[in-house]
């Protein structure tokens, strides 16, 4: 059998699929491997702002405890818990029939030695008594005035007034108790302004302000959430073992919500203000050689590889200090795995 025809027809269909496969595209250049499909996001200003959350009881601005001067027995209590007071309003009152019997006694001493010195006037202006006994007769006139002003006080503190203003929150006394000196006898709350007091770290305190707003959320009011709030003051110092420092948030609106001494408040506070910032996912940014890049898709929809100066991390988010605008298209993962030059087709863009 001859084979010749058979195998030049084979060399011929070879020939025809090479100068085929090798056929320039209609550009006249090497036809192009098919562009990589990417996930991009736009750059746009962001808020990278941090904010904490810190919880804590709300408390009066100003709470007094009131004790007792003197010891005694108690005669009468005149206020509950609840009750409004005013300042000087009389609270409770304490035996004090020991003491005014002092008192009584210093008065009669006071009047002798008054009219005792009164005589040595008279008596010095005739010059019948010398120097001495003149000034000896004054000093004790002196000292018996100082005891009528020491019984008189001593009598005074049998009555316990209110030294403010405000609501009594708490009675540790009842009629017919002994009690003794500095004993606690009410604690009386001003609750017309209300306070949370939170406990902030050190890093994060730098950034806070006396006037800086803060929203607060109260459980207990409900719908009548979130309430403003402001900050008052900063403590100067760090608690030694927490190393926490106090930041106090008054709280005007409060009361008129129906907040109480005692409910649990949340404070969300801006430790750190980055608003309006340029920002891309944070694995869009990689590292060679000590610098930082991101793979940008160019207006020929090929990847540029663009140095950029980073700056802080907010969760999926990175902050760019420079070396991108806005709206333009960057990488959103694995920039180290990229081209520069390399054509790709972006299937999706987040914005």
């Given at each position: 059998m001859n084979w010749k025809p058979s195998i030049a027809a084979l060399l011929s269909v070879g020939l025809l699929t090479a100068c085929t496969q090798e056929t320039p595209d209609r550009g006249g250049g090497q036809r192009e491997a098919r562009a990589l499909p990417v996930q991009a996001v736009e750059v746009h200003p962001r808020d990278l702002s941090r904010v904490v959350t810190i919880s804590n009881s709300v408390e009066p601005l100003r709470t007094i405890r009131l004790a007792a001067r003197t010891e005694g027995v108690l005669t009468e209590v005149l206020v509950e818990e609840g009750d409004t007071v005013?300042?000087?309003?009389?609270?409770?009152?304490?035996?004090?029939?020991e003491q005014q019997a002092e008192l009584a006694r210093a008065r009669a001493r006071l009047h002798e030695r008054q009219a005792t010195f009164d005589r040595f006037e008279q008596l010095r202006e005739r010059n019948y008594v010398d120097l001495a006994s003149?000034?000896?007769?004054?000093?004790?006139?002196?000292?018996?005035?100082t005891e009528v002003e020491l019984w008189e006080t001593r009598v005074e503190f049998g009555t316990v007034t209110s030294s403010i203003d405000g609501t009594v929150v708490s009675r540790y006394i009842e009629p017919g108790e002994a009690i003794s000196r500095h004993a606690a006898l009410f604690s009386i709350a001003d609750l017309s302004s209300l306070v949370v007091r939170l406990g902030v770290s050190e890093l994060d305190v730098g950034n806070l302000r006396v006037g800086d707003a803060v929203v607060v959320n109260v459980d207990a009011v409900g719908d009548r959430n979130p309430l403003s709030g402001v900050i008052r003051r900063i403590f100067p110092a760090a608690e030694i073992e927490s190393r926490l420092i106090t930041v106090e948030v008054g709280l005007p609106e409060a009361l008129g919500a129906g907040v109480r001494p005692g409910f649990l408040a949340r404070a969300r506070l801006l430790v750190e203000q980055r608003a309006n910032v340029l920002a891309v996912p944070a694995g869009s940014v990689a590292e060679s050689d000590g610098e930082f890049?991101?793979?940008?898709?160019?207006?020929?929809?090929?990847l540029e590889r663009r140095v950029i100066e980073p700056g802080v991390i907010r969760g999926a988010w990175r902050e760019i200090l420079s070396g991108l605008g806005e709206g333009d298209r960057v990488v959103s993962a694995n920039p180290l795995e990229m081209t520069a030059g390399e054509r790709v087709r972006v299937v999706d863009l987040m914005s």
């Open positions: 005013a300042e000087d309003q009389i609270l409770a009152r304490i035996d004090v029939r003149y000034e000896s007769a004054r000093a004790e006139l002196e000292v018996a005035a890049f991101v793979m940008v898709v160019n207006g020929d929809d090929r």
